[in-house]
């Protein structure tokens, strides 16, 4: 199953394609969507929108996994996190995808197998279930790639549960 990772973002969204089979992850590729600050908004969440539409056109995922939003104190910024997400979200429905949502303790949780684990710890294991010489140097691509484990790790025990209930 071949899985993009999505950090949301409006300035920096970080994307991350891996594939899982087996209990065995392998990285195809990952990156980040990066919009200059000196456009006004609605063209930079077009920008979000036309390059995920490329990413997702190049490398054909079955599956996409986000990171859900969770407001800060700072409400303005929230609010264009979620106009960016929304975008996000139409690109992969417009791509035929499906789209799971996690927690970024689900997503600690899932990688490092404790929810309040430090991003340190995140990245480490992230490094070596993907078997990356060396870490992406942005921090949302490296959080794009962590919830695309938690994803795979989540379908496999979904998968697990099936083969329990037959």
Same mark, same amino acid.
């Given at each position: 199953?071949?899985?993009?990772?999505?950090?949301p973002?409006?300035?920096?969204v970080?994307? #991350?394609?891996i594939d899982y089979?087996n209990?065995?992850?392998v990285? %195809?590729?990952?990156? /980040?969507i990066?919009?200059?600050?000196n456009?006004?908004f609605?063209?930079?969440?077009?920008? %979000?929108?036309?390059?995920?539409?490329? %990413?997702?056109?190049?490398?054909?995922?079955?599956?996409?996994a986000?990171?859900?939003l969770f407001? @800060?104190?700072?409400?303005?910024?929230?609010?264009? +996190? &979620?106009?960016?997400? #929304? +975008?996000? $979200? $139409?690109? /992969?429905?417009?791509n #035929?995808? @499906?789209?799971?949502?996690?927690?970024?303790?689900? +997503?600690?949780?899932?990688v490092?197998g404790?929810?309040?684990?430090?991003?340190k710890?995140v990245?480490?294991?992230?490094?070596? $279930?993907?078997?990356?010489?060396?870490?992406?140097?942005l921090?949302d691509t490296?959080? &794009?790639?962590a919830?695309?484990?938690?994803h795979?790790?989540?379908?496999?025990?979904? $998968?697990?549960k099936?083969?329990?209930?037959k």
């Amino acid at each position: 199953m071949k899985i993009i990772g999505i950090d949301p973002g409006y300035a920096i969204v970080g994307w #991350g394609v891996i594939d899982y089979s087996n209990t065995r992850f392998v990285t %195809i590729n990952y990156g /980040a969507i990066v919009t200059p600050p000196n456009i006004d908004f609605s063209s930079r969440i077009c920008m %979000i929108y036309e390059q995920l539409s490329e %990413i997702l056109n190049a490398y054909k995922p079955d599956e996409m996994a986000i990171e859900k939003l969770f407001f @800060s104190s700072n409400k303005k910024t929230g609010i264009d +996190v &979620a106009q960016a997400r #929304g +975008v996000i $979200l $139409l690109s /992969a429905k417009h791509n #035929g995808l @499906s789209v799971s949502e996690y927690t970024p303790i689900q +997503v600690k949780q899932s990688v490092v197998g404790y929810g309040r684990a430090e991003k340190k710890q995140v990245m480490a294991m992230t490094k070596r $279930l993907l078997n990356l010489n060396k870490m992406p140097k942005l921090d949302d691509t490296a959080d &794009a790639l962590a919830i695309a484990i938690a994803h795979a790790h989540s379908y496999s025990s979904r $998968l697990l549960k099936l083969k329990e209930i037959k």
